[in-house]
């Protein structure tokens, strides 16, 4: 035990000497949190439209004021030819124009029936295909309010709620996935990273051939780690609760104990890409490539599995990221515990005993 | 010199599939003898070595290493013996006193044995000004003398060198051979693989290995004779040429 004490402090002076790792241990965290919850959101504000209104009447103008007194859009240009509507969009800054066409009021009341045409720039889809949505219902809100009097044969009235994220705040998606990242690159890069080292160095063959056990020597190695990302874990958390005001809706004692699930899981496959790459180079490439790409595209994070194709869909399952941020939106936004968890609980439990057994088999194989 | 086999080693054979690597040598090693373990690149001698500090297991044949068996005590052999390889092998960012709190600690030395351990080496190396540096810091020599001194804390029965003083220069390799003769004279038993012909003549025996085979074993001075060669470098020269 003493030796293995040891062996930890030992640990804890390679960390806090490479101020490199420190950074990316303790840096990145709140680096990737602050970014992706304040930068990088999918809702529109403030959306440069130009308008190009060849009737200029009182039912486009008050359509016009509608749409530029919502928050979302601010008409920058009006228009007053065809041509200028290709070189506005080249030069970048207008997202979309509307296009009223002639005569729209008259048109809109004698043949109960006038255009707009919504022209958006597509270069980005996703903004192209929310400015659209929301010029349409802005349009069709107005409908409805100007024939308050007339009486439809009849009406089918949408009411929509959104539960557990009633504002749509896309910082709600991305804490989870952010944590899941974090955890991963932490626990599995890292450790991966400091076994190799020791085998670069030259340092392992020692280890091997004193009498501290080979076993000690690898869990002497992770145990800095779960620590260091426990901590992490937290950090997260509170920068989600106090800054982003993400709600906890179920109990903390199970977040806290999912994630040092999770956490096993990410180092033994540290520990078992460590076993299979001789420098630490390539110790960082296969946990780059191998466990962070995944883990940014097919864990459901950013894109949704359900619309993945079917076989990306079947790969989506043996990532353990997947279940992990099921289990944290779960816990934090639905406020669900484990008898709705369980399942997910337990593959993670699986996949977690799978790696250490095949790490620890891998690595008797190189003793030999 | 009590002429007890710390090293006893018989048919030892280790194959990698079809290939043998090591093809059944024999020999002895007494107590607080130098034993040079010569060998071409790839005649097999790490393979050796590794066998015999129980971190390879032998494919057939016998070899007791400080009164154990490789194949039944490999983790008691780790106790009794030292090892320093031909990489350098201490910690650099970590400094000269937490290596030797640190091997200390990984070979079971108490807290008071460790200071003990420290306070003699230091005074011996005259590391007293740089005890707190990084190791990192060190010129290559002193990393090496380090090392030695660090892999002899738990007092080994026998040392095992291999290529130790690979890279450095030779007022240093001077210094460090001097450090193996008073090691092998406090009772220790020293066996050391090396590429300079020139170390070799230090040795009390050494052994050639050329393709997996001991092909000569003897005195560097018999050998010279046997070989009808001036030097260890012509007997090593006429042996590899076969």
Redesign the interface.
Known sequence: M??FI??I??EF??IF??TRSLFILFGMPIAQVMLFGFAITNEINNVNIAVFDKSKDATTQEIINKITTSTYFSNKQFLTNEAEIESVFKKGKIKAILVFEKDFSTKLIKENNATVQIITDATDPNTANTVNNYVSSILQKYQQETNKNIKPPFQIVPESRMVYNAELKSVFMFVPGVMTIILMLVSAMMTSISITREKE???M????????QPFQVIIGKVVPYIFLSVINAIVIVLLSIFIFKMPVQGSLFLLGVESVLFIINALSLGILISTISKTQQTAMMVSLMGLMLPVILLSGFIFPISSMPVALQVISNVIPAKWFIIIIKGIMLKGVGLTILWKETLILVGMTVFFIVLSIKKYKIR?? | MKSKNVIQVEDLTKKFGDFTAVDSISFKVNQGEIFGFLGANGAGKTTAMKMLIGISKPSSGIANVAGFDVYTNPEDIKKNIGYMSQKFALYDDLTVKENITFFGGIYGLSRKQIKEKRKQLVDELGLQKIVNELVGSLPLGWKQKLAFSVALLHEPKVIFLDEPTGGVDPITRRQFWEMIYKTANNGTTVFVTTHYMDEAEYCDRVSIMVDGKIEALDTPKKLKQQFNAENMNDVFLKLARG
Request: aromatic share 8%; no cysteine; glycine share 8%.
């Open positions: 003493k030796r040891g062996f402090k030992k002076y390679h000497r490479d160095l030259g340092t063959e020692i280890l091997l051939v004193s009498p501290i003793l030999e």
